[in-house]
């Protein structure tokens, strides 16, 4: 099995910084992409900002030059450098994994949430 464990959330004021962290454990075969998704009340899960094994990374218009999203191999973690926060990036934000596992396929694996929230 594999669960993707989130850290990093929470209240910040405008103009700060938070990191996120999501870290993948279980039988681990090999990671290929990683992305975080946000979904804001009312509104439908967006993309983030990815990532590839090949540390090629991509971006949404609304956070590019503001967040930054880096992976470390060795730990199964992927992070996202948030700074500049706007009150219009508050969302609850989710990790995404396309996991290969030990004696299987490749699966899609996603975190439980992390809240984040940017008072103005």
């Known amino acids: 099995q594999v669960q993707l464990v989130e850290s990093g959330g929470g209240l910040v004021q405008a103009g700060g910084s938070l990191r996120l962290s999501c870290a993948a454990s279980?039988?681990?075969?090999?990671?290929?992409?990683m992305a975080w998704y946000r979904q804001a009340p009312g509104k439908q899960r967006e993309l983030v900002a990815t990532?590839?094994?090949?540390?090629?990374?991509n971006y949404a218009d609304s956070v590019k030059g503001r967040f930054t999203i880096s992976r470390d191999n060795a730990k199964n973690t992927v992070y996202l450098q948030m700074n500049s926060l706007k009150p219009e990036d508050t969302a609850v934000y989710y990790c995404?994994?396309?996991?290969?596992?030990?004696?299987?396929?490749?699966?899609?694996?996603w975190g439980q949430g992390t809240q984040v929230t940017v008072s103005s």
């Open positions: 995404y994994s396309a996991i290969r596992r030990w004696l299987g396929g490749q699966n899609d694996y």
């Open positions: 279980g039988s681990i075969f090999s990671i290929n992409a």
């Open positions: 990532i590839t094994s090949g540390d090629i990374t």
